[in-house]
């Protein structure tokens, strides 16, 4: 298994940044976080 993984400019989008989406941006967290619980499991 891994300890840590980078996510970097697949999580947060230059265009999110530009754009201050960050209503994109908590769904795109929310998802990722979901991702890694279930693999938790």
Do not use: H, P
Request: glycine share 8%.
């Amino acid at each position: 298994g891994v300890t840590c993984v980078g996510m970097g400019s697949q999580l947060i989008s230059k265009e999110i940044v530009a754009n201050q989406d960050f209503d994109t941006l908590t769904k795109k967290v929310a998802s990722a976080l979901s991702i890694i619980k279930d693999l938790r499991k």
